[in-house]
């Protein structure tokens, strides 16, 4: 069916009620969308039903411990499965002191390898630079291990560990006998291990902030640095916040690499040198040989505390994260720069 159009006697089809643009009939298009709408649905209702399993597996698995220490599990110091007396404030410690080790390290040197990667080097070394970071992202955690163990381990006790522990014995952090296997040499693992991701995170993201931002800024007469700490840092906040966030939840979990260069010690130490354990490496340990109910139950306890740790640091995160929002929509671009009236009256 036609009709004219009123400027003349060109016949204008008139569009069938029954079809989109594409020709589809509304029919096929309205249960294309509702399929397409329920496998969306399904796809994130089974990540929300994951990790609900998980910690519902792991609650489930470890309420005798519960049952048995109650909250006085996370502040107790002593492990002993022959006594059956267990406390998980070792392995909480030693899972945060190394992670803290690991992410000071990391993202120091991954922000600024992306900062040279971005800002500074050229074509060619850009390319191998970006090669070596994504070789030493894909390298297993077992490798990483065995180099603390036959090179860094070594290095690090005749080198830094004994001088500094004859020279500042005194001092806390320096005290104790050097056996090798430590805090110290756990924390370089995991630095060595999760700069890549830090190191690539932080690449994308400042490639990600407009070339107009670092244009005007050098239009100000800024320098490369001043342009770096006043608009590019600024800008990739949130983003360098994800990156860390990503590293702190890889350093937090990895088991091999860290059991490797421990020591496997169940104590509490603020010594960098002193041997010490964490909450995964403990598991992969002593779960295979664990034979009582109570022993289990307890390493369980200490896989829940870990889920929950990763969730509270991810909902922190996202806290910091939506509060550096929206003090970055507050702040006008290139607060530090002279305003117009006071660069003339200068």
Do not use: C
Not at 139 to 146: A, K, N, Q, T
Not at 176 to 191: E, K, N, R, S
Not at 256 to 279: C, D, E, Q, R, W
Request: proline residues 6%.
């Amino acid at each position: 069916m036609t009709k004219r159009s009123s400027a003349g006697s060109a016949p204008v089809a008139r569009r069938s009620s029954g079809s989109d643009p594409g020709g589809a009939p509304a029919a096929l298009r309205s249960r294309g969308d509702r399929a397409f709408r329920l496998a969306t649905m399904l796809a994130a209702a089974a990540v929300l039903a994951a990790a609900a399993a998980i910690a519902f597996v792991l609650l489930r698995a470890s309420a005798p411990a519960i049952s048995r220490f109650g909250p006085a599990f996370l502040v107790r110091a002593d492990w002993d499965p022959i006594r059956l007396s267990f406390g998980a404030l070792p392995f909480v410690w030693g899972t945060l002191y190394t992670t803290a080790i690991a992410t000071v390290l990391a993202v120091a040197a991954g922000v600024m390898t992306a900062l040279y990667l971005t800002e500074v080097a050229g074509g060619g070394t850009r390319a191998v630079l970006g090669f070596t970071i994504e070789f030493l992202a894909a390298i297993p955690s077992v490798i990483f291990g065995l180099w603390g163990l036959y090179v860094l381990i070594p290095w690090l006790r005749d080198h830094v560990a004994v001088p500094l522990s004859m020279r500042a014995g005194d001092f806390p952090l320096l005290a104790g006998p050097v056996y090798g296997p430590g805090m110290l040499a756990a924390g370089l693992v995991l630095a060595v291990m999760i700069v890549p991701t830090v190191a690539a995170v932080s690449r994308e993201v400042f490639a990600s902030v407009p070339e107009t931002l670092r244009d005007a800024a050098y239009a100000l007469g800024v320098t490369r640095w001043e342009m770096v700490r006043t608009v590019l840092l600024p800008a990739a906040k949130g983003g360098l916040l994800g990156a860390v966030v990503l590293a702190v939840g890889r350093a937090m979990g990895e088991t091999m690499a860290v059991t490797m260069v421990i020591g496997n010690a169940a104590a509490v130490s603020v010594s960098l040198f002193a041997p010490g354990n964490t909450m995964s490496s403990v598991i992969a340990n002593q779960f295979a040989e664990a034979t009582e109910r109570l022993h289990q139950a307890a390493l369980m306890e200490i896989g829940l505390l870990l889920f929950l740790t990763t969730l509270l640091v991810n909902l922190g995160a996202r806290w910091l994260a939506a509060r550096t929002a929206a003090r970055a929509m507050m702040v006008p671009p290139f607060a530090g720069a002279p305003e117009e009236g006071q660069a003339d009256a200068a």
